[in-house]
Nanobody, 124 residues
């Protein structure tokens, strides 16, 4: 099992940027894929991005493609989500998660370890 702790959320104006950090400990973080999700009030959890075990492959939801970038530093057991050109619709609790294998997909059920979430609020 991998323990995950997100940080870096906060309040930002529209058009601004934030970088979320996901610190991992426990099982072999460096050999599994990571995913980023978010959940806005009253809405289902939404897939944002996935990055493979080595950080060489990424896949993004259309809603964030070109604005968000997932990366990881396995030497630090840490994943990142760089978010640029933020919009009020990006307001949500953001989660990182790890999958069982080195590559994963957009399905929430493919991820079994989750962080506690960090709030991102974008003001207009």
């Amino acid at each position: 099992q991998v323990q995950l702790v997100e940080s870096g959320g906060g309040l930002v104006q529209a058009g601004g940027s934030l970088r979320l950090t996901c610190a991992a400990s426990g099982r072999t973080f460096t050999s599994v894929a990571m995913g980023w999700f978010r959940q806005a009030p009253g809405k289902d959890r939404e897939f944002l991005a996935t990055i493979n075990w080595s950080g060489t492959r990424t896949y993004y939801a259309d809603s964030v493609k070109g604005r968000f970038t997932a990366s990881r530093d396995n030497a630090k057991n840490t994943g990142y989500l760089q978010m640029n050109n933020l919009k009020p619709d990006d307001t949500a609790v953001y989660y990182c998660a790890t999958a069982a294998y080195g590559y994963s997909n957009s399905m929430e059920t493919s991820y079994h370890d989750w962080g506690q979430g960090t709030q991102v609020t974008v003001s207009s």
